[in-house]
């Protein structure tokens, strides 16, 4: 017979999160930033397009984001654009 009051965990490297069916993963923001805007001075001014040829711009009132994802292997490997939507739920800081 064996009993263990209080045991800890063992140690080494964290679990991989199974599928679970709660879809949150918790980010921290790293960056706020207004949205690019277009050249006012037009294609003459020595510019250089880095978009791909995208004529697509930011919405004026949207703001770009850059998230940091601690547990990384929560994210789907083929996340892009074209394959997932995102929507976020801020939430405060407990103090």
């Known amino acids: 017979m064996e009993i263990v009051i209080g045991a800890v ?3 080494g490297a964290p679990m991989r999160k199974i599928d679970t069916n709660d879809n949150f993963i918790e980010a921290k ?3 706020v930033r207004r949205p690019r805007r277009g050249t006012a001075a037009g294609k003459d001014s020595g510019n250089v ?3 791909n040829g ?3 711009y930011d919405p ?3 703001r770009v984001m850059v998230l940091l994802v601690p547990e990384g292997y929560n994210i789907p490997s083929d996340i892009n654009p074209d394959n ?3 929507f976020l ?3 405060p ?3």
Do not use: C, H, M, P
Request: glycine letters at 4%; zero cysteines; charged letters at 40%.
């Open 54 to 56: 995208q004529s697509t």
């Open 93 to 95: 800081k407990k103090r």
């Open 60 to 62: 004026a009132t949207g």
């Open 49 to 51: 397009e880095r978009r």
């Open 84 to 86: 997932y939507r995102v």
């Open 9 to 11: 965990s063992k140690v």
């Open 89 to 91: 739920r801020f939430a």
């Open 29 to 31: 923001v790293l960056n």
